[in-house]
């Protein structure tokens, strides 16, 4: 179908948003509009490589976007979580995985290779954050009306990507030998996946920049 090959355009819906009303967004948000900004770049950038270059392996910069995306998420929930999480623990987190990632390119994973490993852990992490988001916004029980907060909208889209992802990276490798054959299925699953994590990210900005004062 059209629409699968054209996916990487609904990238586009939350950065448009998030530009209008990013005058609009506190600090944390302004963190996952740069997320989106990257993810845009990334894609502009990739589908140049492979359509008007003779670089078909864009891995590389799929490495450095997995490095450079969960900082930015990383930081919104550095903010979010503030009073509930000891900062210091959040920073480590941070800090340990671009270690991490950096190993992983130096000794395991060469920057050609499908990046399941970052990808995982960086999934996995950010899964963590965001069920310890809800247990704040649980716990603290300000929110009124869960629809009209940006936040969850956010961290609703944050969890159900993330989660996704986690089991596409475990799994890509194993399906590449024993699975070929399901290979398409499944990276149409994810790309559906892929549009609802750009939908709710967009309405999240949208609640955001549309919020009444006082809400």
Known sequence: MLI??????????PFILGSVYFHKLNT?????????????????????????TEIKNN???GHLYISLSFIWVAIFYFHELKGFINKKVL?????????FSIINLIFFQSYYDYPSTTGATSALILVVFSILLFSKIMTEGNIKILSKSSIIWINT???????????FYILFNLMLVHAREYIHSTLNFFK????LFYFLLATGFWKAGTKQVGQ
């Open 91 to 99: 920073v480590g987190v941070i800090i340990s995985f671009e270690i």
């Open 59 to 61: 891995m590389p910069l």
């Open 157 to 167: 889209a944050i969890l159900i990507n993330y989660a996704g992802n986690f089991f």
């Open 192 to 195: 559906i996946m892929y549009i």
């Open 28 to 52: 944390s948000h302004r963190f996952i509009y740069f997320f989106v900004v990257t993810g845009v770049v990334t894609e502009i950038v990739s589908q140049y490589l492979r359509n008007f």
């Open 4 to 13: 699968w090959k054209y996916t990487w355009i609904f990238s586009f819906v």
